[in-house]
């Protein structure tokens, strides 16, 4: 593998590694304002969620590599310590992108992205009209990680209030991946768009504990026709099936018969079926067919 040493590498070259391993990122298009009212928008993929209670959002406006300049959203931050960060969706990523090009102080990114500012409620930054969740912030703390091109700046943020378009949500009140239709930043010029077959649903072990996969027989936990996508999902069961349920399963039509073949030719066609069930999340089904069949 490569391997590269933070202390004796290039700060770019280790920054490029960063972003393309570290991803899909969320983006933090930051909305803020200096002392005389001027507002600035610029986006960060430095960013995520960091708790509940409170409400805690951070992003970073790095120091600038090729100069160490700090950016307008860092300074603005110090005098007014207040911000606005708007999702990124697919419908305004180009915009966002331009809003990214590092226009002179002063100016307005609003104007030259051709977004929409909207009156905030509770600061005075403005929100992104159509950007599809906003979330009024004030800044709690502001760390600085150095003083050298590349060093982060970490903008702790409390959530004061959310807006969220109700285009986006379902009958219960929460968003829906396929609606809201998220971008993520990736490393280089690369994106990633957070809908239709991109987007997969992992059932989170919170209520139950899985077996584990060490637990599994070993024809199934070392076989070569399993992925570790697959083993994940068997080891997930609470509980290996018994010696009753297995004989039951596999005494079915659908199960009992087509096996009159060489042992190899078995465990293959015995595996195909297993994979199926397991992509039909039929998992049970599907360790009952390897344990009893094997």
């Keep these: 593998m490569l391997k590269i040493d933070p202390k004796n590498t290039p700060v ?8 393309g391993a570290v991803a899909p990122r969320p983006i933090a298009f930051a909305s803020t304002i200096d002392p005389d009212g001027n507002p600035n928008l610029s986006p960060f993929s430095f960013f995520n969620a960091f708790g509940a209670n409170p409400p805690t959002l951070i992003f970073s406006p790095s120091r600038r590599g090729r100069d160490n300049t700090t950016k307008h959203t860092y300074e603005n931050l110090k005098e007014v310590p207040e911000v606005v960060i708007n999702v990124v969706n697919f419908k305004i990523v180009e915009q966002m992108n331009l809003a990214s090009t590092d226009f002179p102080r002063g100016i307005n990114e609003f104007a030259k992205s051709g977004l929409t500012p909207v009156k905030s409620e509770l600061i005075k930054p403005f929100r992104v009209k159509e950007s599809p969740v906003q979330f ?7 760390i600085e990680m150095g003083d050298q091109g590349g060093a982060g700046n970490l903008i702790i943020c409390e959530i ?5 378009d109700e285009s986006v949500l379902d009958e219960k009140g929460i968003i829906v991946p396929q609606k809201i239709d998220l971008v993520g930043r990736m490393g280089g010029d690369y994106y990633c768009r957070a809908s239709g077959e991109s987007i997969f649903e992992v059932k989170k072990p919170h209520a139950t504990v899985g077996i584990g996969i060490d637990q599994l027989p070993d024809k199934i936990k070392f076989s070569k026709y399993l992925t570790g996508n697959e083993l994940g999902k068997l080891g997930n069961i609470e509980a290996l099936p018994t010696g009753d349920e297995v004989k039951k399963f596999i005494g079915q039509p659908n199960y009992a018969g087509g096996y ?3 042992n190899n030719e078995k465990e293959k066609m015995v595996f195909v079926q297993a994979k199926r069930l ?3 999340n039929n998992i049970q089904d599907a360790v009952k067919l390897l344990m009893g069949l094997l």
């Design 260 to 262: 009159n073949m060489n």
């Design 12 to 19: 770019p070259k280790v920054h490029r590694a960063m972003l």
């Design 160 to 164: 004061l209030l959310i807006h969220i």
């Design 278 to 280: 397991i992509a039909e």
């Design 136 to 142: 009024e912030c004030k800044v709690n703390q502001i």
